[in-house]
């Protein structure tokens, strides 16, 4: 009886060990992971670089004008329509955005609006 207590508990506390570990390590890879993989899940074949080249357009040139606007603060379908929008105001300002710039843009914010 008291052995089997005993084994109960040990098996507790390495059961509580390796579940506590798991959880700080999945909580990691999460960050980056669902960002990527929510940008996966709407654009087929989305890469890491292409997300990170998204991201550093929107930061240069979309912050050309007035401050960074929180990505999350529009829906995925405003950003749809505010980016070709903006592209074309700052073309006309001179301070050009390609249509590949656009396009990667536009994939960084609905991919994290959509979260
Ligand atoms: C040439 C200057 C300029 C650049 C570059 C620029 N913006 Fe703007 N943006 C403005 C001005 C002016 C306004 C306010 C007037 C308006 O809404 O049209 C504005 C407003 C906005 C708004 C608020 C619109 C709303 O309806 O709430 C968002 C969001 C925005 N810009 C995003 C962007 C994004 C994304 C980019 C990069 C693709 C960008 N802007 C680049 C000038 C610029």
Redesign the pocket.
């Known amino acids: 009886m008291k052995k089997t207590i005993i084994i109960v508990s040990i098996i507790a506390v390495l059961f509580g060990c390796a579940t506590s570990k798991d959880t700080s390590s999945t909580t990691e890879t999460k960050v980056i992971l669902s960002d990527l993989a929510m940008g996966q899940k709407l654009y087929p074949g989305y890469t890491q670089a292409k997300f990170d080249d998204g991201k550093n357009l929107?930061n240069s040139?979309?912050a050309?004008?007035?401050s960074i606007?929180t990505p999350s603060s529009?829906s995925p379908n405003e950003?749809k329509s505010?980016?070709p929008?903006?592209?074309a105001?700052?073309n006309k300002?001179g301070?050009a955005?390609s249509t590949d710039e656009?396009l990667l843009?536009t994939k960084y914010?609905v991919t994290l609006s959509s979260k």
Do not use: G, P, Q, T
């Open positions: 929107y040139k979309c050309a004008c007035h606007i529009k950003w505010i980016v929008s903006m592209s105001l700052s300002n301070k955005i656009e843009i914010l």
